[in-house]
């Protein structure tokens, strides 16, 4: 009788494959799966801890941005502020835009304690999980050293560097972006709705963390899945249609809840000009970046002082260059050659769809942010970081491909050109800031000689047939490419003297004027009645080590009317905050007048209301209090108006204002004029005034 031997114990059982066991799941997280180089995990998880080395050394001292940091604060104290991303506890006025990296930032405060660490641990988080899903995504579709590539050229990239050491919400924004591209590349080659449904909520909640920055990426997406999904075109366009459906309700349901509830019953939404977010939307956050500013779209416009003149050109002029074009030019050469190269696959065909998407994702986003006529800081363009990144990973194993395998001699010279053109553009912006360090300087070295050798290794090896040499000249390629990367990176990384509001990479350039959330609102616009808050003051200054809070040193001068009472010592040495334009311009609020301010509080909402943002912020982290912007970030919102003002005065909720010296701007000099004629002046604090129920006629 024969018998039958019992399977081997790697076996799969019946019905399908054995699962791993948890100790081979867990090797494997190490090891990686055991079709992958063996080189190729580790080399991972080296460019992963380099990665949070990078964004979180020295964490504790991060300071981020005043404007954001105060709003997370607020947000710990007060649901309802957390819940409308409002700038101060009572919640009187919302930062500029939508909640969710607040939310994020905030549900960290909340559990760990508010502090300078616990803010800044979701940013790393987010900004090493976009370099592991990045290095997920291309290694997917072009192989591991492909995968490592796009990863380090992401870990690497300076402004990714500054931004995500800051409290702007933009690597939550990346990191969004990045789940909605992986979601669709995975509808895409199984042909599945859920997927798709996914990417389009992803999107939706980076809408709302960004808003319209959000959908730069949308036109790529849809023609990607309308182009490579494998399945009829009948049935692709339904997918798109409900996936779109899932796009507006994800994007719009805290837009539509917020504009339905009575103005009355919620704060002013900062930088509109008629206080809905719709008008945010498509105005300052949305046309105004883009066509600058008018009466109807509440930007500032022009972002020249913050990032250089709109133009074709302007990611590589002397703010913008160092930041992100280092590799520019040899992601645009490998974008080209490899949509050549896969030219004749299938219409489904997961590479060219990869190199669709990656390539459309660096384009559309270097033509939004060159072009844009608005307010620009150079950190918005940490979104295109990835498009260059994965690109340069797959776009570059491709030519490389070619280079050594192909039999024509024209993809001979196309690598080599590619290392060469982004080899003389590092050494270009490096000599811009030569004498600014020695790094500078030994990174140009760096650069120059390894990118030659680089260059004459590939085209020796090539048409001597030294594989070796070949080899060697592509670890020369990528030394020349990212030694300037590397150098403004590490540079962004132990600045002690990092820009909170408009944080770049390496030496100054002359780009670092300030910025936070984008710079004010509108022109004055109509603005709802909205209640005050009563109860008792909220909040106590934050503990521990705070992101942010002091401003340049200063006192106030003398005032000619007096309170009664007894302030504290006119001599007291403090921080202040600068109040810049409209009601409060020019004021220095010091950390005496806080000192006051707190003493003299008597039971109101509000410890004080000043012009703008900034000062406002400043006041809520030193003081822990919640405080009223009048004025939005530029002080031009016309969140506050006379009739507002007067009924927070006579219900006791609202008792000190700072006004300028000059009576303030626009609709401000009318608040100014009666504040001066009604409110008691106190004399140590110039510019702050006390009014009480008695004032209001």
Do not use: C
């Not at 988080?125 to 290095?135: E, F, I, K, P, Q």
């Not at 995500?164 to 599945?192: W, Y």
């Not at 009472?565 to 810049?580: L, V, Y």
């Not at 008597?602 to 209090?625: K, M, N, Y």
């Amino acid at each position: 009788m024969t018998t039958l031997a019992p399977p081997p114990a790697s076996a799969a059982p019946e019905g399908g494959q054995r699962s791993a066991t948890p100790s081979a799941r867990l090797g494997r997280l190490f090891t990686g799966a055991p079709e992958d180089p063996r080189w190729a995990r580790p080399a991972l998880w080296a460019i992963l801890v380099l990665a949070t080395a990078l964004y979180a050394w020295n964490m504790n001292s991060l300071t981020g941005n005043s404007f954001y940091n105060a709003a997370v604060y607020s947000g710990t104290k007060s649901w309802k502020a957390f819940f409308f991303g409002a700038l101060d506890a009572g919640s009187f006025i919302t930062v500029d835009k939508p909640p969710f990296a607040l939310w994020v930032m905030g549900l960290s405060a909340r559990i760990f304690g508010y502090g300078s660490w616990q803010l800044a641990l979701p940013m790393v988080a987010v900004g090493t999980g976009s370099v592991a899903l990045l290095y997920r995504m291309v290694k997917r579709d072009f192989g591991a050293v492909a995968g490592t590539i796009a990863a380090l050229v992401l870990t690497l990239t300076p402004i990714t560097v500054a931004i995500t050491r800051d409290t702007n919400p933009d690597p939550i924004l990346v990191f969004l972006m990045l789940l909605g591209a992986a979601a669709l590349m995975k509808a895409v080659r199984n042909g599945r709705l859920m997927p798709l449904v996914w990417s389009a909520v992803a999107i939706g909640f980076a809408f709302n963390t960004k808003m319209m920055q959000a959908y730069v990426v949308l036109p790529v997406f849809f023609l990607v899945y309308l182009w490579a999904a494998q399945l009829s075109l009948g049935r692709r366009i339904r997918n798109l249609a409900v996936a779109t459906v899932a796009l507006v309700v994800s994007s719009a349901w805290w837009m539509v809840i917020v504009d339905l509830i009575p103005a009355s019953s919620r704060p002013y939404i900062g930088g509109s000009t008629d206080n809905t977010v719709w008008d945010l939307v498509i105005g300052y956050n949305g046309f105004g970046r883009i066509f600058g500013a008018s009466s109807s779209v509440g930007s500032q416009g022009n972002g020249a002082s913050f990032g250089g003149s709109a133009g074709i050109y302007r990611l590589f002029n002397e703010i913008m260059g160092g930041q992100i074009s280092w590799l520019i030019p040899f992601a645009l050469i490998a974008l080209v050659g490899g949509l050549v190269l896969r030219g004749r696959a299938p219409r489904t065909d997961a590479k060219r769809a990869a190199l669709l998407l990656w390539g459309g994702w660096f384009v559309l986003h270097y033509l939004t942010f060159a072009l844009a006529e608005g307010t620009f800081h150079p950190y918005y363009v940490t979104a295109m970081a990835p498009g260059i990144a994965a690109v340069a990973g797959a776009g570059g194993v491709l030519l490389y491909r070619a280079f050594k395998e192909g039999s024509a001699a024209k993809w001979a010279w196309v690598l080599p050109l590619a290392i060469a053109a982004s080899t003389v553009l590092a050494v270009v912006l490096l000599q811009r800031v030569s004498g600014s360090g020695t790094v500078y300087t030994v990174a140009e070295v760096v650069a120059g000689v390894a990118g030659t050798a680089a260059v004459l290794g590939l085209l020796a090896g090539r048409f001597l047939g030294r594989q070796r040499l070949m080899g060697f000249a592509v670890l020369a390629a990528v030394v020349a490419l990212l030694a300037g990367p590397t150098a403004y990176s590490v540079s962004a990384a132990t600045s002690s003297s990092a820009n909170g509001t408009n944080p770049t990479a390496g030496p100054s350039t002359g780009g670092g004027m300030g910025g936070g959330g984008g710079m004010g609102g509108g022109p004055g616009g109509s603005s709802s009645k909205s209640g005050s808050t009563s109860g008792q003051s909220m909040g106590q200054p934050p503990s521990g080590t705070k992101p942010s809070g002091n401003a340049p040193s200063g006192s106030g001068s003398s005032s000619t009317k007096t309170e009664s009472g007894t302030a504290p010592s006119g001599s007291e040495s403090g921080k202040s905050s600068g109040g810049g334009g409209g009601m409060g311009g020019g004021t220095q609020v010091s950390s005496a007048m806080i000192s006051y301010l707190k003493k003299n509080q008597d039971g109101a909402t509000w410890l004080v209301a000043v012009a703008t943002d900034q000062t406002a912020s400043e006041i809520i982290l030193e003081s822990g209090q919640p405080v009223i912007s009048m004025g939005g970030w530029s002080g031009s919102d016309n969140a506050m108006t006379l009739a507002k003002l007067k009924s927070l005065v006579k219900s006791g909720t609202l008792h000190y204002i700072v006004v300028s010296s000059n009576g303030g701007q626009s609709t401000n000099s009318e608040i100014s004029t009666w504040v001066k004629k009604h409110g008691t002046a106190v004399s140590s604090y110039s510019g702050l005034y006390r009014l009480d129920a008695s004032d209001v006629s």
